[in-house]
T-cell receptor, first 114, second 115 residues
Framework: GESVGLHLPTLSVQEGDNSIINCAYS??????FIWYKQESGKGPQFIID?????DKRQGQRVTVLLNKTVKHLSLQIAATQPGDSAVYFC?????????????FGSGTRLQVQP | DSGVTQTPKHLITATGQRVTLRCSPR?????VYWYQQSLDQGLQFLIQ???????AKGNILERFSAQQFPDLHSELNLSSLELGDSALYFC??????????????FGDGTRLSIL
């Protein structure tokens, strides 16, 4: 069954295309950011992270871009595959002793069309 | 497989009851976090424990409580359950205290249904 809300923004792409998922974060003091992927019936799965002293970080088929000026984070997935279909969340962490928890965005559903 | 284990996977109970959710963190991780995910609220942080001690509190109701045991597993206790408590409850763990630059790794959650 569905793990998350049914009214998420949805990005639909063709298999093999590149996907870009965007996220606006809330706190200018946040210094660590993570992208998670959540498939139906599963918990959030770590994809990639980035610290605020970086603008870009690359992983396997994924790239995260951070623009601190406008508090914007994006996740780029190259050559999107059907297995990439899921809900993607960005999360931010202030790294402050009083604020250790992750704050999650509302999520974007990625649908990959074969 | 994240290495974080949550039991049970599903729980169905009635209003007014009490339940206990269990979490075993990844080997070596000292911090455990509890989150609630409902359809209209997204993922909400409830509480964090580090090496047996409470370290941070989020939007956790007074009817809810948690603890972390010497073997580092954690339990989330939910009492006087209401219909609105129906949700997915996730546990996550990380090696350190959660001050940043360490991702949290999540279990597959417990789906709680209140009838």
């Amino acid at each position: 069954g569905e793990s998350v809300g049914l009214h998420l923004p949805t990005l639909s792409v063709q298999e093999g295309d590149n996907s870009i998922i965007n996220c606006a974060y809330s706190n200018s003091a946040s210094d660590y950011f993570i992208w998670y992927k959540q498939e139906s019936g599963k918990g959030p799965q770590f994809i990639i992270d980035i610290r605020s002293n970086m603008d870009k970080r690359q992983g396997q088929r994924v790239t995260v871009l951070l623009n601190k000026t406008v508090k914007h984070l994006s996740l780029q997935i190259a050559a999107t595959q059907p297995g990439d279909s899921a809900v993607y969340f960005c999360a931010e962490n202030m790294g402050h002793p009083g604020r250790r928890a992750l704050t999650f965005g509302s999520g974007t559903r990625l649908q990959v069309q074969p | 497989d994240s290495g974080v284990t949550q039991t049970p996977k599903h729980l169905i109970t009635a209003t007014g009851q009490r339940v206990t959710l269990r979490c075993s963190p990844r080997s070596g991780d000292l911090s455990v976090y509890w989150y609630q995910q409902s359809l209209d609220q997204g993922l909400q942080f409830l509480i964090q424990y580090y090496n047996g001690e409470e370290r941070a509190k989020g939007n956790i109701l007074e009817r809810f409580s948690a603890q972390q045991f010497p073997d580092l597993h954690s339990e989330l206790n939910l009492s006087s359950l209401e219909l609105g408590d129906s949700a997915l409850y996730f546990c996550a763990s990380s090696p350190g205290q959660g001050l940043g630059n360490q991702p949290q790794h999540f279990g597959d959650g417990t789906r709680l249904s209140i009838l």
